[in-house]
């Protein structure tokens, strides 16, 4: 009776999951046998964190503090990048239209947060390019597992964009030489050098990631 009770709450679970996620979603969740899975779903930004995005996803992290039957979240990507970091067409639309992209790392900030708070761990997967505040994601994240064809790079200054915002939670993963080297120079480490820095957890096959 008891395994029965425990198959109906995560079925149940899943279809609560699968309710919360519309075809419109640029975070498509659900909840399988007390994993819920968190996939970013914005391909056409490359999974850029959009203000709209990072509220959805922070959202959907704190939905599930109330769900007892979810014990891990999984943040995982669709399509070939995990994510392109800051939406800077929509951070260069808000400095010009009101004078301000505060909204937006504010939002971030609350993600960040959101993650490192909530009773569950969030463990980051990553199967392709993670990059500026995309690499601060997979950074806040309690674990993190590549793909060995994963790539991570904070590229800002290359562009007279410094990332300061994720070097504070690359620092934080990595030893401070390795971060600062990745942030002076925007270089992109695959997913072995991301491992022995201390980025990620564990390096494995794209095939065994998707299983």
């Known amino acids: ?91 260069a639309m808000l400095q010009k239209t009101v004078g301000s992209t505060e909204k937006v790392f504010a939002a971030c900030s609350d993600l960040m947060l959101a993650i490192r708070q909530v009773r569950f761990p969030v463990i980051a997967e990553v199967s392709g390019l993670a990059t500026a505040g995309g690499c601060q994601l997979v950074a806040a994240c309690d674990l993190a597992v590549a793909s060995e064809e994963a790539t991570f790079s904070t590229p800002g200054v290359k562009i007279g964009l410094f990332c300061t915002t994720p070097g504070v939670a690359i620092a934080r993963s990595m030893h401070a030489k390795h971060a600062m080297s990745m942030l002076l120079t925007g270089d992109v480490l695959t997913a072995q050098e991301a491992l022995s820095y201390g980025l990620v957890n564990q390096v494995t096959s794209a095939q065994t990631l998707q299983t």
């Open 1 to 91: 009776p008891d395994m029965l009770l425990r198959r109906r709450c995560a079925k149940l679970a899943g279809e609560l999951g699968r309710r919360m996620s519309t075809g419109d979603d640029k975070v498509v969740s659900e909840v399988r046998e007390g994993i819920a899975f968190l996939t970013l779903n914005d391909n056409a930004k490359r999974n850029a964190l959009s203000f709209s995005l990072m509220s959805e996803l922070r959202n959907k992290i704190q939905g599930f503090q109330s769900d007892r039957s979810v014990k891990v979240a999984v943040l995982r990507h669709a399509g070939k990048v995990f994510s392109s970091g800051h939406d800077l067409k929509e951070l």
